[in-house]
């Protein structure tokens, strides 16, 4: 069956051809865009379609409106990525299951880069994670630093859109963080093994073998997602749940 054509509206074609011109002339983040007249009239379109496509593309960390009426480009990062995955988390509800799963593909595809790609500077780096995993004296300090070292990972892996999706979804890996250790103690595991499953990872790094350092990533977040089905079978058994 045919698909319904859809209208695209003067706003929307704008949106596109801007990026277009970006693309075509090579600009890059720093570099400033024609007056709005002037895209106006390369474009076809008034200068109210032109301003409205800049807004939409500025709300979307991709320009800047700048001192002067100058509109320059911008990179969006992982903090534009964060309050569009805030939001849809808001409207959908965070699912914890779908984040360890990300996890699962994520980063055990960032521990087998990072074995192919990691500096010695980078060891030293996840090294520091590490040892701050093993000195840390709360809960929070805990998680915190697990953050920074399966961060670190991902980072020495040089793999930047890898980071940059680490990073927009890193509230909701600590929310998951959080209740995965809880129901990881409820089912008897403590700081030892975890601890002991962070230096696998690195001693596999270090190795310079991927594939055994994405198997040990593989096994380490098994822990969380242990902790997640004992927290979410113990919700389950709860009357009315």
């Known amino acids: 069956?045919?698909?319904?054509?859809?209208?695209?509206?003067?706003?929307?074609?704008?949106?596109?051809?801007?990026?277009?011109?970006?693309?075509?002339?090579?600009?890059?983040?720093?570099?400033?865009?024609?007056?709005?007249?002037?895209?106006?009239?390369?474009?076809?379109?008034?200068?109210?379609?032109?301003?409205?496509?800049?807004?939409?593309?500025?709300?979307?960390?991709?320009?800047?409106?700048?001192?002067?009426?100058?509109?320059?480009?911008?990179?969006?990062?992982?903090?534009?990525?964060?309050?569009?995955?805030?939001?849809?988390?808001?409207?959908?509800?965070?699912?914890?299951?779908?984040?360890?799963?990300?996890?699962?593909?994520?980063?055990?595809?960032?521990?087998?880069?990072?074995?192919?790609?990691?500096?010695?500077?980078?060891?030293?780096?996840i090294q520091q994670k590490l040892d701050a995993i093993r000195a840390a004296q709360s809960e929070e300090e805990l998680h915190q630093a697990d953050q920074a070292f399966h961060r670190e990972v991902a980072r020495a892996g040089g793999n930047g859109l890898l980071l940059l999706t680490i990073d927009g979804i890193a509230p909701h890996l600590h929310q998951l963080r959080v209740e995965a250790w809880r129901g990881w103690k409820e089912s008897g595991g403590g700081i030892k093994s975890i601890v002991e499953a962070h230096a696998v990872i690195l001693d596999r790094i270090r190795r310079r073998d991927p594939e055994a350092a994405a198997q040990a990533m593989r096994e380490h977040l098994s822990q969380a997602r242990e902790g997640l089905v004992r927290i979410r079978g113990r919700r389950q058994q709860r009357p009315g749940a």
């Open 1 to 125: 069956m045919p698909k319904p054509i859809q209208r695209q509206s003067l706003t929307d074609l704008a949106v596109d051809a801007l990026i277009d011109l970006i693309e075509e002339r090579g600009l890059s983040e720093g570099d400033t865009l024609p007056a709005t007249a002037d895209l106006a009239a390369e474009l076809s379109v008034s200068r109210p379609v032109i301003r409205e496509a800049i807004a939409e593309l500025a709300g979307q960390g991709l320009l800047e409106r700048r001192q002067g009426r100058e509109t320059v480009i911008t990179l969006p990062g992982p903090r534009q990525l964060e309050r569009l995955l805030r939001l849809r988390f808001a409207v959908t509800g965070t699912q914890l299951e779908d984040i360890q799963a990300y996890r699962e593909v994520a980063e055990v595809g960032a521990a087998r880069l990072a074995a192919l790609n990691a500096t010695g500077a980078d060891l030293e780096a």
